[in-house]
Every structure is written in structure tokens, then in C-alpha cells.
């Protein structure tokens, strides 16, 4: 089956540091959507990006799908505590009416 | 609006016992699922649906069983629970419109020992 990848799997930044995760897949991604999951929460959704080559910001994050819809990546410009969790992408397919969900990137910020 | 609700919060089963994994929304969603998510882990589809009374296999579909008998309820039935089961589920809803986020509940934690 399709197989979502994220990587990396863990990231350690100090407070006011960039952060990046990536999200790839060897097939062709349907609608890439992105969540983020708090320790001990569940997973709520932080945006949805269809077309190739789409860019999409909310306050200092940035979604990136690229131009052959293989890969997409999430951007967090000078984290803050608050952004501590854990990054889920997913490939919605639209036809079938579910999602994948890459193994997630879980970022920890020290203070 | 409740959203998604999710019973129990916590369960401990022991080997062999069966038990139901309620879901209930109340965003009259066509779109249900159920995931596991064991620690450290994403999240495996288990079983979705896309209108009452469809049901499909997800990705880990074995030992685990669904019914969708209303739009509102999508329940989860473990049959002869093993360790392996222990991982924590989550009932999602979605639309079949705009962006097709998934509304999750809060979780069942379950411990089969």
C-alpha cells in the first residue's frame, strides 16, 4: 500500500530556533494535510494544500506541497514553546474518502 | 456542539475479553474512521465509513469489527482482545466537503493484559 514518510522523526530546538519537517512519498499525493497532535491530545487540523507547488502560511507557519505532489513540508519560523507536539502530515485521498498518516515528527523546545 | 465524544477514556482488558469502543458526533458528518496509535507511532486506519450503513477496512482491520447503523454512531467492537491491541484509539468525522479535515475525539487508552 501507499506508504507516507516524514522525516525527521524527532527534533530537539532551543527556543526562537526554526524547525522544519518533511513529508515524501513515492507515489503521487492526492491533498496533503497537516495536524498537530499535543502530548496527551489528539490530532487537530492545520490546513489542507491541493495544487502543486502551493504555499500556504498561518502566523509563522509555512505549508509547502511540492510541484510533483511527492512531498510537502511544514516550516515553524522562531519556535515558541507552544509549538511543542507532534507533526502529522497525511495524503487525503478524495475518491476513497480516507487518509495515510506519515509517522509524524515530534518537536520538543527548550526554553 | 460536543463535537466528537469518545467512551471510555480508559479501559483494561484482559486477554480474551471482548468490548465495544464507543463514537458518537454530532456534526452530522457522512465520513467516520477509527485509528489506532501506538506509542511513538502515527496513525493506522482501522475502519472508516462514508455514510450510515458503509462500512470499509482500513489498514489493520483484523481483530476489529464496525457497524453504522446511524450518521451520528460508529462503534468499535474488539473481539477476543490480545496484547497486541493495547494502543490508544481515536474516532474521527469529517465532511465529504470543503477541506475534508477530520474532527478527532479525545481517545480511548487500552490496555490488554
Known amino acids: 500500500g501507499q506508504q507516507v514518510m516524514q522525516i525527521p522523526q524527532y527534533q530537539h530546538v532551543q527556543e526562537g530556533e526554526d524547525f522544519t519537517t518533511y513529508c515524501n512519498s513515492s507515489?503521487?499525493?492526492?491533498?496533503i494535510q497537516w495536524y498537530k497532535q499535543r502530548p496527551g491530545g489528539h490530532p487537530v487540523f492545520l490546513i489542507q494544500?491541493?495544487?502543486?507547488?502551493e504555499v500556504k502560511k498561518q502566523k509563522r507557519l509555512t505549508f509547502q506541497f511540492g510541484e510533483a505532489k511527492k512531498n510537502s513540508s511544514l516550516h515553524i519560523t522562531a519556535t515558541q514553546t507552544t509549538d511543542v507536539g507532534t507533526y502529522f502530515c497525511?495524503?487525503?485521498?478524495?475518491?476513497?474518502?480516507?487518509?495515510?498518516f506519515g509517522d509524524g515528527t515530534t518537536l520538543t523546545v527548550k526554553p | 456542539n460536543a463535537g466528537v465524544t469518545q467512551t471510555p477514556k480508559f479501559r483494561i482488558l484482559k486477554i480474551g475479553q471482548s468490548m465495544t469502543l464507543q463514537c458518537t458526533q454530532d456534526?452530522?458528518?457522512?465520513?467516520m474512521y477509527w485509528y489506532r496509535q501506538d506509542p511513538g507511532m502515527g496513525l493506522k486506519l482501522i475502519y472508516y465509513?462514508?455514510?450510515?450503513?458503509?462500512?470499509d477496512k482500513g489498514e489493520v482491520p483484523n481483530g476489529y469489527n464496525v457497524s453504522r447503523s446511524t450518521t451520528e454512531d460508529f462503534p468499535l467492537r474488539l473481539e477476543l482482545a490480545a496484547p497486541s491491541q493495547t494502543s490508544v484509539y481515536f474516532c474521527?468525522?469529517?465532511?465529504?466537503?470543503?477541506?475534508?479535515?477530520?474532527?478527532f475525539g479525545p481517545g480511548t487508552r487500552l490496555t490488554v493484559t
Open positions: 474521527a468525522s469529517s465532511s465529504r466537503q470543503g477541506a475534508y479535515e477530520q474532527y
Open positions: 507515489t503521487t499525493l492526492s491533498n
Open positions: 494544500l491541493v495544487k502543486s507547488g
Open positions: 497525511a495524503d487525503y485521498n478524495t475518491n476513497a474518502g480516507k487518509s495515510t
Open positions: 456534526m452530522n458528518h457522512n465520513y
Open positions: 465509513s462514508v455514510g450510515a450503513g458503509i462500512t
